[in-house]
C-alpha cells in the first residue's frame, strides 16, 4: 500500500554530523511547516541549507532528535514511495546523454508529451526546447548537444514538477538563471506551489519575498525566523 504524503514537515531539535568528515552541519535545528506552506533558507556558504534540503530528503539520518513528516518520523517511512512524492531540484543538476524529454520524464513509467511539455513550460525552459531542431527529442550529453547551466537548471526543474509532488526542494537551484527567468519561473511556481510544501534555498530577496517563513542559518544554526517583513 502506498501512503500519501500530505505534506507537514517537522524538525524537533535535529542535530547532523556528516559521519565521513565529522563536521557538525546542523545543530538543534527547530521548525514546523504546515501542509502547503513555503519555507525559504538562507544563511551564508557553508551554514547548512544543502545539509537541510538533503535531510528531508532523507539522504542521511539524523543524529539527534527527529524529522517528523505528517506527524510520523522520517525514517519509518518507506523511503521509495516517500521520495516518489517529493520534487527535489539538487544544487548540482544531473542530466543524462539521453533526450529532453526523457530527462523530464525520469523514473516515471507512464507520461504523456502534454504532461512533460506543461513540466518544461512551467519551468521556463519549453521555447528553449521548441527552438531545437529536434525539439523534445534532442539529445543530451556527449552525443548531443550541451545545455547552458540555467537550461539544465530549468530542466531538472520540470524533472521535478512533473511528478505533481506534495513537497517540492529547490536547492539554490534558481542562482543560475537570470532575473527576469528567476522572475517568470518565480509566477509560474506560485500556482504551482500552492498546496504544495515547499522549501526554497535561495540568495536573493526576489525569491523569498512570498515566502511564509524565512530561516537563516549561520554555522549550522537558525539565527533568524520569521516572515520578510519581520525579518
Ligand atoms: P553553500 O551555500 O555553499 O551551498 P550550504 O549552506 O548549503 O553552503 P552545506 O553544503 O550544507 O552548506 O554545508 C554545511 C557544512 O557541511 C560545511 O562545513 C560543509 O563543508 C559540510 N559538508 C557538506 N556536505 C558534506 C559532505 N557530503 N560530507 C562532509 N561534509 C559536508
Redesign the pocket.
Known sequence: TTQIIEGKISFKDVSFT?P??G?T??KNINFDLEKGQFIAII????????????LIMRMYDVDSGAILIDEQELKTINLNNYRNQIGFVP?EVFLFSDTIKNNIAFGLSTVTDEEVERAATNAAVYNNIINFEKKFETMLGERGITLSGGQKQRVSIARALIKEPKILIF??CLSAVDTKTEEEILNNLGRIMLGKTSII?AHRISTIKNADKIIV?DQ?MIIEQGTHQEL
Open positions: 556528516y565521513d568528515t563536521i552541519a546542523l544563511g551564508r556558504t557553508g551554514s547548512g541549507k544543502s545539509t537541510l534540503a538533503n544544487q536547492d539554490d534555498v542559518l549550522g
